[in-house]
């Protein structure tokens, strides 16, 4: 379960997240958000044939350059990493970094959770904790493109605009 705060900052970019889903799938539907049951299994956005986790963080996120996949939750269960090893995962992932005045979105990422799964053995992992019992695992964003499991992110897009 999302502390508050995180929970309001994954709200206010919702719409950001489905529009950067909308842009970088070959699937033209309508996504919806997903139940309850199914935000439980840790899928926030449905589309009729892929479903995406997604994660905003803020601001001081952007020190690092890795995405981080929760791994204890402070009343225990399962969680993102869990999931991925499992491979009872969404199909994709979108992570955002929230800028400075936590009103845009400074840097984020599309992931394909199969290709991840499938080199889970692969990245590396940078374990931390929270001050509230959450911990979870930072993988560095060149371990991700290093086995394909980047398929978008703001980086590729701002090179790819003309000069």
Known sequence: MLNPQSRALEHRFADDMKRIIYVHTTEVATIREGTRD?????????????????????????????????????????????????????????YGVADQSGLHLARWHVLNLHVLHDHIDDVRTDNRSNYDGTAFYGVPIDDLEAIGAIVASSEQFQMALPL
Do not use: K, M, Q, S
Request: proline residues 4%; hydrophobic residues 35%; aromatic residues 12%.
């Open 38 to 94: 199914e935000d439980f299994g840790g899928i926030d956005l449905v589309l009729p044939r892929r479903t995406f986790g997604t994660r905003v963080r803020n601001a001081y996120a952007l020190r690092y350059r890795d995405i981080t996949f929760r791994r204890a939750v402070r009343h225990g269960g399962r969680t993102e990493w869990h999931r991925l090893v499992d491979g009872d995962h969404p199909d994709g992932f979108v």
